[in-house]
């Protein structure tokens, strides 16, 4: 009887909160398909995912990637997930801050990925966006570049892209006139 009375006092309580105008328990559709990505999100060991302001703001979050193979094997890049209001009809907002020399990723963190921009899906799950930027660090595509000049030595002298990669990564570089710094696991 007495957890009878406490449910039916809750339920009064939140009533009136909701009268009041409070609407901190009601969450946005945006946030409830958040919710199932996250509950749903399988991440594999080089991959981790950080709450800066908690885990109760689901919007805002932090991924790192340390890829395991390839040019990028070693490294170990943050990317910031921002995911908007309209999300799933609007894409996340992804943006690395590591700075990294890479064809796809510009010097201020934008990030040329089609399922970030015109592919966007509402059916695509912040996991898609995840492997994306795995794949991302295996296999450039200097196709649809951000970092142009990255692009062009990535085709003309791939040995060297590499080493300058690799450099970067492991030490700090100076590519073009901008540096690098380490980016180590």
């Known amino acids: 009887m007495i957890k009878l009375f406490s449910v039916r006092d809750k339920q009064k309580k939140d ?4 009268a009041a105008g409070n609407r901190a328990n009601k969450l946005s559709a945006g946030e409830l398909r958040l919710q ?26 932090e991924i790192t990637l340390r890829p395991d193979e390839g040019i990028y094997k070693g490294g170990k890049f943050l990317f910031d997930f921002a995911i908007p209001t309209g999300y799933p009809h609007d894409a996340p ?19 040329c990925l089609n399922i970030l921009r015109e592919d966007w899906k509402p059916v695509l799950s912040i996991s898609s966006v995840i492997y994306g930027l795995q794949f ?18 990535f085709q003309e002298n791939p040995r060297q892209f590499e080493l300058n990669v690799q450099r970067a990564i492991h030490h700090g570089h100076y590519i073009n006139g901008q540096h690098f710094p380490p980016c180590t696991v």
Do not use: W
């Open 15 to 18: 009533e009136a909160a909701e």
């Open 36 to 61: 199932k990505d996250m509950a749903e999100l399988n991440l594999p060991s080089n991959i981790t995912i950080n709450f800066p302001e908690g885990k109760e703001r689901l919007m805002h979050f």
């Open 93 to 111: 907002k992804v943006l690395c801050k590591t700075k990294v020399y890479h064809p796809n990723i510009d010097l201020e963190g934008k990030i």
């Open 136 to 153: 991302l660090f295996l296999d450039p595509n200097p196709e649809d570049p951000l970092n142009k000049e990255a692009a062009q030595m």
